[in-house]
């Protein structure tokens, strides 16, 4: 699309609609069940997908590992402990809240 294209307000809901797809898909195929792990996770894991991408999230494999045992301490500690803390910081305190809520 040429610079300077007048994009309608139907097709930036499409490519955000099609961008969440697709970090959704991408993090099933990360994390086990997903979908059915608690909405706070699942939002943190999100925000990390669209802040890393894909091969960035994927390089957080005792975070995956946590988070797929359902160790949210465990998982939180890893985002601090990664080369991203001062970007996971607020995500990390999250994510220990979460065995408080669910």
């Known amino acids: ?11 930036i ?4 609609n099609a961008d969440v797809k697709a970090a959704i898909d991408s993090c099933c195929k990360l994390f086990d069940n997903f979908q059915n792990l608690p909405n706070e996770v699942q ?3 999100l925000n990390m997908r669209f802040n890393l991408g ?3 999230l994927e390089k957080f494999k ?6 797929n ?4 301490d465990k998982a939180a500690v890893e985002m601090v402990d990664s080369k991203w803390p001062n ?5 990390m305190e999250r994510m220990r809240k979460v065995k408080k809520n669910c």
């Open 1 to 11: 699309m040429p610079l300077g294209t007048k994009v309608s307000k139907k097709m």
């Open 13 to 16: 809901e499409e490519a955000f």
């Open 43 to 45: 939002l943190i894991i």
């Open 54 to 56: 894909y091969s960035g």
């Open 62 to 67: 005792k975070f995956r590992e946590a988070v």
């Open 69 to 72: 045992n359902g160790d949210w």
């Open 87 to 91: 970007r996971a910081k607020r995500l």
